[in-house]
């Protein structure tokens, strides 16, 4: 039997369905989540299902979760976790109270959870294997459903741009466009950049530091986020800031979080960063992932690590 078709009996089998996905979460979390709620609300109406976790101002526009009050409504729920590699990042920890715990996501499998888990690195996106798993089962797809699924494909991929693309992505995509949502509004709403972001963009670029071993690296402070008035959850805005400039095959970004610690973004063209991304208490993807480090003391040994990973290329 598919995997497709297995996620489909489990799903048929509950009445309740609660749909989880990471903290501090991000456009493919959004989709992969709410889309995959829509879908089950569409093609299966007598269903309850909720889409639990944080609500976040730059994403109002592409859904919004249920409040979430008490954890007696996990009591017999299905669980679907989406777009989340280990279960310490699920955002609701009462994950494991339902009756049957599914993952769904397209990070590197470390740490496997769950009663049924499909887990595909070969996806660009959470939203695109749910998007993929509609198709294959035949599902009605509504607009509504296909916005913020085809809004998440684009995070994740940079818009058709990185993270394994195929052709199933495009026919993915194809489909989801084929709902006719309004596109161009939904790209006028999630690029639409204002003016402060810009000059921080380009006050980070005068500032960046590149090495020896072709690693670059900005750090964004808590000063030049007060200076231009952004929001903590809007750190992760600049993690591709460097991305296809000559001489850097690694670049880092170093931003500060509400709690004082700072956030890390990996990004390389060809070079393997998620092990680094792991050694500082992180992951992610092989080409794209993050950790958290608690001060600015270890900015420059995070650094020396990149540059050892560089150091063959260098050596040629
Ligand atoms: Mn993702």
Same mark, same amino acid.
């Given at each position: 039997?598919?995997?497709?078709?297995?996620?489909?009996?489990?799903?048929?089998?509950?009445?309740?369905?609660?749909?989880?996905?990471?903290?501090?979460?991000?456009?493919?979390?959004?989709?992969?989540?709410?889309?995959?709620?829509?879908?089950?609300? /569409?093609?299966?109406?007598?269903?309850?299902?909720?889409?639990?976790?944080?609500?976040?101002?730059?994403?109002?526009?592409?859904?919004?979760?249920?409040?979430?009050?008490?954890?007696?409504?996990?009591?017999?729920?299905?669980?679907?976790?989406?777009?989340?590699?280990?279960?310490?990042?699920?955002?609701?920890?009462?994950?494991?109270?339902?009756?049957?715990?599914?993952?769904?996501?397209?990070?590197?499998?470390?740490?496997?959870?769950?009663?049924?888990?499909?887990?595909?690195?070969?996806?660009?996106?959470?939203?695109?294997?749910?998007?993929?798993?509609?198709?294959?089962?035949?599902?009605?797809? /509504?607009?509504?459903?296909?916005?913020?699924?085809?809004?998440?494909?684009?995070?994740?991929?940079?818009?058709?741009?990185?993270?394994?693309?195929?052709?199933?992505?495009?026919?993915?995509?194809?489909?989801?466009?084929?709902?006719?949502?309004?596109?161009?509004?939904?790209?006028?709403?999630?690029?639409?950049?204002?003016?402060?972001?810009?000059?921080?963009?380009?006050?980070?670029?005068?500032?960046?530091?590149?090495?020896?071993?072709?690693?670059?690296?900005?750090?964004?402070?808590?000063?030049?986020?007060?200076?231009?008035?952004?929001?903590?959850?809007?750190?992760?805005?600049?993690?591709?800031?460097?991305?296809?400039?000559?001489?850097?095959?690694?670049?880092?970004?170093?931003?500060?979080?509400?709690?004082?610690?700072?956030?890390?973004?990996?990004?390389?063209?060809?070079?393997?960063?998620?092990?680094?991304?792991?050694?500082?208490?992180?992951?992610?993807?092989?080409?794209?992932?993050?950790?958290?480090?608690?001060?600015?003391?270890?900015?420059?040994?995070?650094?020396?690590?990149?540059?050892?990973?560089?150091?063959?290329?260098?050596?040629?």
């Amino acid at each position: 039997m598919t995997i497709y078709k297995q996620i489909k009996d489990v799903i048929e089998k509950y009445n309740k369905i609660i749909i989880l996905r990471h903290i501090i979460p991000d456009g493919d979390s959004y989709g992969s989540q709410l889309g995959l709620k829509e879908l089950i609300k /569409t093609n299966y109406p007598n269903k309850e299902v909720y889409a639990f976790g944080e609500e976040i101002e730059y994403l109002k526009h592409a859904g919004k979760p249920d409040e979430f009050t008490d954890e007696s409504i996990f009591n017999e729920a299905l669980v679907i976790v989406t777009d989340c590699g280990n279960v310490e990042r699920i955002d609701n920890q009462n994950y494991d109270k339902g009756a049957y715990l599914l993952k769904i996501d397209h990070h590197p499998d470390a740490t496997p959870y769950g009663d049924l888990s499909w887990v595909d690195v070969t996806y660009t996106s959470a939203s695109e294997m749910v998007g993929d798993l509609a198709i294959q089962n035949n599902w009605e797809i /509504t607009p509504v459903a296909a916005r913020v699924i085809y809004h998440g494909i684009c995070t994740d991929s940079g818009r058709f741009l990185f993270g394994g693309l195929s052709p199933r992505t495009f026919e993915v995509a194809a489909k989801l466009i084929g709902t006719g949502f309004d596109v161009s509004e939904m790209y006028k709403t999630m690029y639409k950049r204002s003016f402060p972001v810009i000059a921080l963009q380009s006050e980070l670029i005068a500032s960046a530091k590149v090495t020896d071993h072709k690693v670059g690296y900005v750090i964004l402070t808590d000063e030049l986020m007060k200076k231009y008035n952004l929001s903590y959850d809007e750190n992760g805005k600049f993690s591709n800031l460097l991305k296809d400039i000559e001489g850097i095959d690694i670049w880092i970004t170093f931003s500060i979080r509400e709690d004082g610690k700072w956030r890390v973004e990996f990004r390389s063209n060809n070079l393997a960063i998620n092990d680094l991304a792991v050694k500082w208490g992180g992951g992610g993807h092989k080409l794209a992932s993050g950790a958290i480090i608690d001060n600015l003391d270890q900015v420059m040994q995070v650094v020396e690590d990149a540059n050892q990973i560089n150091n063959l290329l260098n050596d040629e």
